[in-house]
């Protein structure tokens, strides 16, 4: 480790830094990320053979992007990320 990169870390501690562990994802169906969702207060729509198919705050979205907005509220609350 260079010298620098250890005075940095060093200050940090000393600082009153932690190191704080995050958790593995969490498996979830789409079923579920919908779930959650509508309970963070967001209303989730499924337009079918649509390449972006869910509607979610006026914005459309594909799955995978759905998963990021998710794991966006998830990050907020301190909760682990999702995953399908």
Do not use: H, W
């Not at 919908?34 to 979205?61: H, Q």
């Amino acid at each position: 480790m260079k010298r620098e990169n250890e005075s940095a870390i060093a200050e940090y501690f000393q600082g009153g830094g932690e190191i704080q562990r995050v958790e593995g994802p969490v498996r979830f169906t789409e079923r579920e990320l919908i779930d959650y969702l509508t309970k963070c207060g967001f209303t989730v729509k499924y337009f079918a053979g649509d390449a972006r198919p869910y509607a979610c705050t006026r914005k459309r979205y594909s799955l995978s992007k759905l998963v990021q907005f998710a794991n966006e509220q998830r990050r907020l609350q301190g909760l682990p990320p999702i995953m399908l």
